[in-house]
Nanobody, 125 residues
Framework: QVQLVESGGGSVQARASLKLSCAAS????????MGWFRQAPVKAREAVVC???????CYADSVKGRFDISKDNDENTLYLQMNDLKPENTATYYC???????????????????WGQGTQVTVSS
């Protein structure tokens, strides 16, 4: 079955960098759409970045220029590179995947069928 396992979270100071990984199994990431989402306490889950099956990325406005998404098809792993982290980036970060989400809906959490368990990122000032 489909499984997504995130790793790489931690506690860092503001302006630091972190790289999150999402190891996928049960499907081939090169053929699915995938995304990174985050959820802070008492806030709704929101999109961070996404990538379609062709490798075209999309970004939430708040992270453009600081965060980047990539994937290693050989390792079947998705990555999120986060630079210049800010305290407001503190949240649980989730990896998501879906076989048929259209490109214009890739930043919509409800469009994804499969989710990982999340990894915590805490940024202190």
């Amino acid at each position: 079955q489909v499984q997504l396992v995130e790793s790489g979270g931690g506690s860092v100071q503001a302006r630091a960098s972190l790289k999150l990984s999402c190891a996928a199994s049960g499907f081939t990431i090169s053929t699915w759409s995938m995304g990174w989402f985050r959820q802070a306490p008492v806030k709704a889950r929101e999109a961070v970045v996404c990538i379609d099956s062709d490798g075209t990325p999309c970004y939430a406005d708040s992270v453009k220029g600081r965060f980047d998404i990539s994937k290693d098809n050989d390792e079947n792993t998705l990555y999120l590179q986060m630079n210049d982290l800010k305290p407001e980036n503190t949240a649980t970060y989730y990896c998501a995947a879906d076989p048929s989400t259209p490109w214009w809906k890739l930043l919509v959490p409800s469009q994804y069928k499969h989710w990982g368990q999340g990894t915590q990122v805490t940024v202190s000032s």
